[in-house]
Structure formats: C-alpha cells, structure tokens
C-alpha cells in the first residue's frame, strides 16, 4: 500500500501548453497512486477561461485552488491558505511558479520540488523576477529535468547539486485515433505529399532552418507541399518574417499553416516525414508522437533530440547540414517503405503513469 503524501503542484494554467500539460497529468497519476493532490493553477478563471477543462480533471479526486496570482490581495490570502494544508512536497516548473513554490514552502516542513523543462544559458539578464528566480532555485530541496542534456546544462548555469537532481522523461498519451484528418476543412490539396513541422512558431524552432532546407525542394517538386502547425500568437514579428519568406519565393500554394490542430497523430497518418530542426530543444514532444505514428523524421542535433532519437532509425543532424537534411527528405518523400517502431518499448518509457512513479520515488528520497 503506497503512503499517502499530500503534494502541491503549480502550474499556470491547466488547459494548454506542453509543459502545463504534463504536471496536470502528473497530478491526475500521483492522485491514482494514492496521494492527497492540490493542483494550484497561478491564475484565475477569469484571466483563463479554462473552467470547461478543470470540471474535466476534477473526476480524477483533484483539488483544485486557483492562486489567483492576477489579484493580489486574494493571492496573498491564498499563498497562506497553501501553508497551512501543511504540504509535504510542492512542484513548480516555470519561473513565477518557482518563486511562488519558494513563499509556500519557505520555513516550513514542505520540501520544494523544481521541474527544469528547458535549458538555461548563463546569459539571463538581472531583471528582478530573475534574480527572485535565481535565489528560488538556491532554496529548492531537489530538482529533475526532461533530459540528460538538460540537467547537465541547467547544473553548470545554475551550480545545482548533482545529488539533488534526477533525469525524468518526458511522456504523451499514446491514443490511436479513428478519426482521419481532414485535409478538406484546412483546405489542403489532395494528392500531394505532406512534409509536416508541428511547434510553435517561434525563432529557436527553427522554422527558418525548415524554410532554407524545403525551398528547393518545394520549387522543384510538384508532388510536395510543406505544412506547419502550432501556435504562432508568441512572436507575431517571427511569425510575419515566415510568411515573407514564403511569398518571396511564390510558394503561397506549396507553404500551409494550420494554426493548432487537435488530431496531430491524424495529420501524422497522412504525412511523409517530419521535419524539426530547432536551435534549442529540451526533449522535443513532438518527435515523440512522430516514433509513436511511425512517421520517418528529420531533426537536428540539438538540446535532448540525440537522447531522444538512440536506438531508432534516425540519425540527427547538424543544423548547417542542410544539404544531407534535403537529400533525406527527399529519401522518405520517394519511399512508400512503412517503418515500424517498437510502440509498445515506447509506451512503456514515455508513459505518464511511469513519470509519476519515478517523482513518487523522488518525495521517497526527500522523505528519508
């Protein structure tokens, strides 16, 4: 019979977001193990309208107290409504929720748990949310990170203590869908071969690197076209600078932008290969659901992607490499050969039951 702790875990929203995403499943898991869960969303409903969401993940025995970090005086009221419930462990991942763990958890008995879902450079600027961030993290009683990659980074930014900090995997739900994509609604040719980027549209997502390496082959190929999704309201300039690019080289009936997208493994189904080739990246989800629907990838060689892609098909790239990347697309773009992954190895590594376990034995660790 598992122990039951009573555990905190902050999160700024519970509705979107990849990292959001994943502590609201890890508290949906904890909570299956047994545990006494608090989900304890920064924000309110009303700068977040996410109460649809929250009805939702209120069957698994969540409870849920919202910070309400928009209005301050509630907020104040609530830090100390937090420090009473008397936590034996709080979790927080992004820099307002790490500060916020520090108040909840400062002379008190509960043990601050920091989640590194990205790499830092020691180049972050002396803003004061910074150096409150900074002194967060001398306080925090252990800290895990997405990837080994990760956790060697953030240790030598941040001087973090080797024996106070884990690797925990990353993990998506595994779902087959029975629903096709429908290239219809997104207007979308038939008949065409989809190269597929999901990310949001940001610089280090490397869709500049994705335009450089698919024009020729987008000018010189009837057959192909590019499509990309994900958000893109983060950095409107970056997402305008893509669109020029595509009209510069008259590729406005080649080039397709989805927005977000729900049914991604659906659109995966009806795509050729996967192109990512960001600057950064921590772990990368998405090459995840790409192993996971079987569809051949293209990635650079960056962050946690190498960790990611051992032991597959996949050889990740140089992001100056574009000239192998281009003939590798065009490989898969010619192959009607289906790859076939182990996915059941799959489910079992990047399962979120299995990331909650691995955390529960973290508070085991903390609890000696």
Same mark, same amino acid.
């Given at each position: ?43 309110? %409903? ?12 209120? =069957?698994? @025995? ?15 009221? @609530? ?14 991942? @992004? ?65 973090? =203590? ?81 669109? %020029? ?78 000239? @192998? ?18 996915? %059941? ?24």
């Amino acid at each position: 019979m598992i122990s039951k702790y009573k555990v905190g875990i902050i999160v700024s929203r519970i509705d979107f977001g990849a990292a959001e995403l994943l502590e609201v499943n890890l508290a949906i898991e904890l909570s299956k193990l047994g545990l006494e869960v608090f989900l304890l969303p920064q924000y309110s %409903e009303k700068k977040f309208n996410d109460l649809k969401y929250e009805k939702k993940i209120k =069957n698994n @025995n969540l409870k849920i107290i919202r910070l309400n970090f928009d209005m301050p005086i509630k907020f104040i009221a @609530n830090i100390q409504k937090i420090r009473d419930l008397k936590l034996e462990f709080i979790i927080s991942h @992004n820099k307002g929720g790490d500060i916020i763990g520090t108040l909840i958890s400062i002379f008190s008995k509960t043990k601050h748990i920091k989640a590194f879902h990205e790499y830092y450079n020691n180049k972050i600027n002396l803003s004061v949310i910074n150096m409150l961030w900074k002194i967060s993290l001398r306080l925090v009683n252990f800290t895990f990170h997405i990837s080994s990659y990760v956790q060697k980074k953030n240790i030598a930014t941040f001087k973090l =203590n080797n024996n106070k900090s884990n690797v925990i995997d990353n993990a998506i739900h595994f779902k087959e869908t029975n629903t096709p994509f429908s290239l219809e609604r997104f207007s979308l040719p038939k008949n065409k071969k989809i190269i597929l980027s999901i990310a949001r549209v940001v610089e280090y997502k490397g869709y500049k690197h994705n335009l450089d390496i698919l024009i020729p082959i987008l000018k010189n190929r009837e057959d192909s076209i590019y499509v990309f999704a994900g958000d893109n309201s983060e950095d409107l300039s970056f997402f305008n600078k893509i669109n %020029e690019i595509i009209i510069n080289n008259n590729l406005q009936n080649k080039v397709f932008y989805l927005g977000q997208i729900n049914n991604v493994i659906g659109l995966m189904k009806k795509s050729k290969v996967l192109i990512h080739f960001p600057e950064r990246e921590g772990f990368g989800l998405i090459i995840l659901e790409a192993l996971f629907a079987n569809l051949p990838i293209v990635a650079s060689e960056v962050g946690g992607i190498p960790e990611l892609l051992h032991n597959t098909f996949y050889k990740p790239l140089s992001l100056s490499n574009t000239s @192998n990347a281009r003939k590798t697309i065009e490989k898969y773009l010619d192959s009607n050969d289906i790859i076939n992954h182990d996915i %059941e190895k799959i489910k079992n590594k990047y399962s979120h039951s299995r990331r909650a376990k691995n955390i529960y034995k973290i508070f085991d660790k903390l609890s000696i």
